[in-house]
């Protein structure tokens, strides 16, 4: 009864959907296989869906989706190339045979597959990202940044599209944008080798509010700790970037936490936000001894060098560990 009743349902799906069964099938079996990452046994099942209906576009497109996984390009592309001839609608169809141009590492019909893509669905969020990639490239700074905003309309917190896209803007010059826009990548995505660049991008614009510190064998990227206006009280936003730094600590068996607090004018209050961060810390580790914390306190602006330029910081803070070998 349950078969009848799913052989059913298919049916009146391929009705409203205008589908045909086999279609359906096809599609069911294409994301079950995306899904459980079995590509040999996808291919095989395509390569019989083929076999069976070679007028099948939809065989022929997962054949080849399951062929490119297995990084067969050259395997893969007679079968994008096939599924674009027997179906000129489908956007997804053209934009897989651009990429496997492009692993081909023809990069003219690539960018021909994409814009045919784009040309059916001008919105393709794929295909824009793509694009952008290649007009990145190619110095075409400002077409690249239209397609990455296409992408992060639909998607907004798109790691790439946010990263490239303020790439493109500081080729442009435009400091205040691209501020802005390494400002919104770092906060969504504030660890990882991107984050180190995008820091480094950052502070060249003259903007600290993340900077790299160097803890033990680690580099990492932590958030401006701040405090409240002319006060020793941490903001709880900066209680992220300290567990960070305890976290690190902890890990090592060795090691002392080096906290240096910089406040111009103000050597009191520096003193005062030095024991302040070193209390907090062992309150959030209470396994790391106090005497493996030592702070330090200036009421001098901190010099940063960054490139041919120097940067003076009326307040800051920084970090690194010392002895952890």
């Not at 497109?61 to 050259?74: E, I, P």
């Not at 997804?92 to 990069?107: A, P, R």
């Not at 893509?117 to 393709?124: A, C, G, M, P, V």
């Not at 502070?203 to 700790?225: K, M, P, Q, W």
């Amino acid at each position: 009864m349950a078969h009848k009743n799913l052989i059913s349902l298919l049916f009146l799906i391929s009705i409203i959907s205008g589908c045909s069964i086999i279609d359906i099938n096809n599609s069911v079996k294409g994301r079950y296989y995306m899904e459980t990452g079995n590509y040999q046994q996808a291919v095989e099942s395509f390569q019989k869906a083929v076999s069976d209906d070679p007028e099948n576009a939809l065989a022929h497109y997962y054949l080849g989706r399951f062929l490119l996984a297995q990084n067969k390009t050259s395997e893969a592309l007679p079968h994008f190339q096939e599924a674009v001839s027997l179906n000129k609608r489908d956007s997804d169809f053209y934009f897989w045979l651009g990429v496997t141009y492009g692993e081909s590492g023809n990069v003219k019909e690539e960018r021909a597959y994409y814009e045919k893509t784009l040309q059916i669905e001008k919105d393709h969020p794929q295909a824009n990202l793509y694009m952008g990639h290649l007009q990145l490239k190619s110095g075409q700074f400002k077409q690249a940044i239209k397609s990455y905003n296409v992408v992060l309309k639909q998607t907004p917190a798109n790691p790439t599209a946010l990263y490239n896209r303020a790439l493109a803007l500081d080729m442009l010059g435009e400091k205040s944008a691209t501020k802005e826009a390494w400002l919104k990548y770092l906060k969504l995505y504030p660890a990882g080798r991107k984050a180190l660049q995008a820091t480094v991008h950052l502070n060249t614009l003259g903007d600290f509010s993340y900077e790299n510190h160097f803890l033990g064998s680690r580099t990492v990227t932590l958030a401006e700790i701040t405090f409240q206006q002319k006060e020793s009280s941490i903001s709880r936003s900066s209680y992220p970037s300290l567990r960070l730094v305890g976290a690190i600590a902890s890990n090592l068996n060795n090691g002392t936490i080096q906290v240096v607090v910089y406040v111009n004018k103000d050597k009191q209050l520096a003193k005062e936000r030095a024991i302040e961060i070193k209390n907090t810390l062992h309150k959030l580790f209470p396994a790391i001894a106090t005497e493996r914390i030592q702070i330090s306190w200036f009421g001098t602006q901190e010099k940063v060098v960054q490139g041919k330029k120097i940067y003076s910081k009326k307040e800051s803070v920084r970090f690194f560990l010392t002895d952890w070998k």
